[in-house]
């Protein structure tokens, strides 16, 4: 059986709960940005999409705590994990929204 860490979370679980919601917020910023900054070409541009994405990063932090994952066990590596996954399905969506050119 694998070890629990002091929330009661294995750490496989642990380690699924922190992807999971990474990939999740990266996608939700994605249509966030689409939203809010459009899908046409000059949005591409836009600042605003990309402080979106930061928000989504900062925002994870206190809902993983409500969840039950220790983030006062994060290291380095942990945090640029988060700020990895999240980008990388932020830019992935963001990236077919505006290439699609769909209207949200």
């Known amino acids: ?3 629990e860490t002091q ?13 999971t919601l990474a990939c999740l ?10 939203v809010l900054v459009g899908t046409s ?3 591409a541009t836009n600042q605003l999409a ?8 900062l925002g994870q932090f206190p809902v993983l705590r409500v969840i039950g994952v ?3 066990d994060f ?5 640029l994990y988060i700020v990895f ?4 399905l932020w830019f992935i969506s963001f990236a077919i929204l505006l290439t699609s050119g769909v209207q949200l």
Do not use: C, N, P, W
């Open 50 to 57: 990309v402080g979106i994405l930061g928000a989504f990063v």
């Open 70 to 72: 220790d983030v006062s």
């Open 41 to 43: 070409v000059e949005a």
């Open 1 to 3: 059986m694998a070890t």
């Open 7 to 19: 929330t009661g979370l294995s750490s496989h679980l642990r380690g699924v709960t922190v992807t």
């Open 85 to 88: 996954m999240t980008f990388a």
């Open 75 to 79: 290291g380095v590596k942990d945090y």
């Open 25 to 34: 917020a990266g996608i939700a910023a994605a249509v966030l940005s689409g």
